[in-house]
């Protein structure tokens, strides 16, 4: 009998941790279970490498993460364990800032410009306004090595052409509640190869469980062997165009609805052992 290496690759926001109060507390020791049975946790969110740093301290372990919308995989050693000691702590995918600001500039017309205004350029109690963030999470939040976060101003079809010249220059706008946010061309799913591979010399390919609650997190899921998609409340059920196999829906929000679906998704597998 062959021991099967699981993967859960999650979301954070409204994933695994509370929709409204960012809250994991009641999960914490399962999360801690998984791991010590083995299980990899990866981290993937939008939120920046200190941000999710700050998670991992609350909880209590470093786990490797992906951050920015998959700009970048932190950690990666420790998927490595020990077998590559070449293995860099952390695997760019993502573009600067200051590359990304210098296309920006001059890929895209500058009236739909006009109706951008870049977050880390506001007051400080504007960011805390809109982002609902101070202090030093405010200064976490804004630490951004490979994303720009901004509001727009203007109509859709505005928004429309302005998002088809930065696309047409290699750049990606996501639009979220609250904020819009500029970056490359990469999204959650841009490392689940690699990291696919990193277990390669496994007799038995891993199984990647993939959770996530909002359209941000499709590419990740729809990558994944197993999607579990958590409810948002008062927002459709999220939809997947492609997605795998197996999907498994949790019937409450996060965060007791990613420990439910982690369960179920991880007995569904049977990856405990496999002849």
Not at 82 to 99: K, L, N
Request: proline content about 7%; glycine content about 8%.
């Amino acid at each position: 009998m062959k021991r099967v290496q699981t993967i859960f690759i999650t979301d954070l926001d409204g994933t695994l941790l509370g929709h409204d109060d960012f809250a994991f507390a009641a999960i914490r020791a399962d999360i801690l279970a998984f791991l010590a049975r083995g299980i990899a946790i990866i981290p993937n969110s939008s939120k920046t490498g200190p941000e999710i740093e700050s998670f991992c301290a609350e909880l209590g372990v470093t786990l490797p993460f992906i951050c920015e919308n998959g700009a970048a995989l932190v950690n990666a050693d420790l998927l490595a364990r020990g077998r590559d000691p070449d293995m860099p702590s952390r695997v760019i995918a993502g573009t600067t800032v200051e590359r990304l600001m210098s296309i920006w500039i001059s890929a895209v017309d500058p009236a739909l410009r006009q109706s951008c205004v870049f977050i880390d350029a506001m007051e400080e109690a504007e960011q805390t306004r809109i982002l609902g963030l101070s202090g030093d999470a405010l200064e976490r939040a804004l630490a951004r090595d490979f994303s720009v976060l901004f509001q727009f101003n203007g109509d859709e079809k505005a928004f429309v052409r302005m998002c088809a010249q930065a696309a047409d220059a290699g750049l990606a706008v996501h639009r979220g509640g609250r904020v819009c946010c500029l970056s490359g061309r990469h999204d959650k799913s841009t490392f689940n190869k690699f990291i696919r591979g990193m277990f390669a010399p496994e007799p038995i390919a891993p199984r990647v469980i993939g959770f996530g609650d909002s359209e941000n997190d499709v590419a990740l899921l729809c990558a994944a062997d197993v999607a579990c998609v958590v409810p948002r409340p008062g927002a459709p059920l999220l939809t997947l165009p492609d997605p795998p196999d197996k999907v498994i829906v949790a019937p409450q929000p996060a965060p007791s609805g990613w420990i439910i679906a982690a369960n179920a998704a991880f007995a569904a597998l049977d990856t405990g052992k496999e002849s």
